[in-house]
């Protein structure tokens, strides 16, 4: 089976349904984990990144995408893992010890870094 990136279009959805979905996710989140899990914030509302991270996967010619994964740290903090997309539909990855092509990760967590209004 062939791999086919979505197209720009597929991906937009109305602010409406944005807030919506947030919504729900920000009153379900912590409802899925167990009790002694529950207040610690183990996952994140909403991660930022710099828009010079993305630059360096865009400015990779074989970049055709990017991919998000979850991850989780020692303190048990659920992360976005974003890699760059080859046309094939597989994940950009550096060898062992190229330091050219990024992971991206580090991004800031809300909470605590938080936008004055939520979407």
């Known amino acids: 089976m062939s791999y086919t990136l979505p197209s720009a279009d597929s991906h937009y959805i109305t602010l409406s349904q944005?807030?919506?979905?947030?919504?729900?996710?920000?009153?379900?989140?912590?409802?899925?984990?167990?009790?002694?899990?529950a207040t610690i914030d183990i996952i994140a509302n909403s991660e930022t990144f710099s828009i010079d991270a993305f630059?360096?996967?865009i400015s990779n010619p074989d970049c055709k995408g990017i991919r998000?994964?979850?991850?989780?740290?020692?303190?048990?903090?659920?992360?976005?893992?974003?890699?760059?997309?080859?046309?094939?539909?597989?994940?950009?990855?550096?060898?062992?010890?190229?330091?050219?092509?990024?992971?991206l990760e580090e991004g800031k967590r809300c909470p605590p870094y938080c936008p004055l209004t939520l979407l």
């Open 55 to 57: 630059q360096s996967f």
């Open 68 to 103: 998000i994964y979850s991850g989780m740290d020692t303190d048990l903090k659920v992360h976005s893992i974003l890699v760059g997309v080859d046309v094939n539909g597989e994940d950009i990855l550096p060898p062992v010890d190229d330091d050219e092509i990024k992971i």
């Open 18 to 37: 944005a807030k919506e979905m947030t919504a729900r996710f920000r009153s379900n989140s912590t409802t899925v984990l167990k009790d002694d899990y």
